[in-house]
Nanobody, 119 residues
Framework: QVQLVESGGGLVQPGGSLRLSCAASGVIFTISAMGWYRQAPGKEREFVATITRGGSTNYAGSLKGRFTISRDGAKNTVYLRMNSLKPEDTAVYYC?????????????WGQGTQVTVSS
């Protein structure tokens, strides 16, 4: 079992920056990758970024290099730095973790944190 708690969302002006945090707890040694997804009202949830246990990262091409995912292993936390924010970045951002055990793999989700980009 893994619990994910996001924080850092809020209101920011266009062109501004935010850093989201996701703290993992539980059987965290089973986590193989963590990442971020987002969902705007009326839209499907979309992939944002992921980072593996080995440190490999992947990003949605539409973000054009504006977002950076990182991790702090000692704190069992992943971060999403969002720069040059645009109104279309407004969404609920969800933390995700993929885990493995000797018998099965599972997906876990946080409850989400709201990011609003507006003047």
């Amino acid at each position: 079992q893994v619990q994910l708690v996001e924080s850092g969302g809020g209101l920011v002006q266009p062109g501004g920056s935010l850093r989201l945090s996701c703290a993992a707890s539980g059987v965290i040694f089973t986590i193989s990758a963590m990442g971020w997804y987002r969902q705007a009202p009326g839209k499907e949830r979309e992939f944002v970024a992921t980072i593996t246990r080995g440190g490999s990262t992947n990003y949605a091409g539409s973000l054009k290099g504006r977002f950076t995912i990182s991790r702090d292993g000692a704190k069992n936390t992943v971060y999403l730095r969002m720069n040059s924010l645009k109104p279309e970045d407004t969404a609920v951002y969800y933390c995700h973790a993929a885990t493995w055990t000797a018998t099965a793999g599972y997906d876990y989700w946080g409850q989400g944190t709201q990011v609003t980009v507006s003047s």
